[in-house]
């Protein structure tokens, strides 16, 4: 026979808040849980290991909508790469982003270091959409 856990000690053992558990709940990422003749929710080893997937997706940066279709996938024994390929475009395109972003900083701070106190053009630049783009 399994062990059984209280709410309390799945949030402790999945390191998740049991708010978060009761929502996964009520959207359907969880599995209802048995419940004790007191009403109180009982879950099993499977509930654990389940939150702890979705949790660990969670930090990796894929949307709720996108766990529900892996765990769909999971259950249906389908592979889940389109899902995995769609979230690395999604991180490629962020880290793009990003180092345009740190790019254009750079320069930002470069131009201000070689200007006079004063002269710095950082808020300048940032207020000026085009300024970001090159296209001046």
Same mark, same amino acid.
């Given at each position: 026979?399994?062990?059984?856990?209280?709410? =309390?000690?799945?949030?402790?053992?999945?390191? #998740?808040?049991? *708010?978060?558990?009761?929502?996964?709940?009520?959207?359907?990422?969880?599995? *209802?849980?048995?419940?004790?003749?007191?009403?109180?929710?009982?879950?099993?080893?499977? /509930?654990? *290991?389940?939150?702890?997937?979705?949790? /660990?997706?969670?930090?990796? =940066?894929?949307?709720?909508?996108?766990?529900?279709?892996?765990?769909?996938?999971?259950?249906?024994?389908? /592979?889940? &790469?389109?899902?995995?390929?769609? /979230?690395?475009?999604?991180?490629?395109?962020?880290?793009?982003?990003?180092?345009?972003?740190? &790019?254009?900083?750079?320069?930002?701070?470069?131009?201000?270091?070689?200007?006079?106190? =004063?002269?710095?053009?950082?808020?300048?630049?940032?207020? &000026?959409?085009?300024? #970001?783009? =090159?296209?001046?």
């Amino acid at each position: 026979m399994s062990t059984l856990f209280s709410i =309390g000690t799945l949030s402790k053992a999945a390191g #998740c808040k049991v *708010e978060t558990i009761r929502y996964y709940e009520k959207i359907g990422l969880m599995p *209802e849980p048995a419940r004790s003749e007191g009403g109180q929710r009982r879950y099993h080893r499977k /509930h654990r *290991e389940r939150l702890q997937f979705i949790r /660990h997706s969670r930090e990796l =940066g894929f949307t709720l909508d996108d766990i529900r279709e892996l765990l769909a996938m999971s259950e249906q024994h389908a /592979h889940a &790469d389109s899902i995995a390929r769609r /979230h690395r475009a999604a991180v490629q395109a962020r880290i793009h982003s990003l180092t345009a972003l740190r &790019d254009e900083l750079d320069r930002m701070i470069k131009e201000c270091a070689q200007g006079h106190e =004063g002269e710095c053009r950082v808020i300048e630049v940032l207020s &000026d959409h085009q300024e #970001c783009h =090159g296209d001046h």
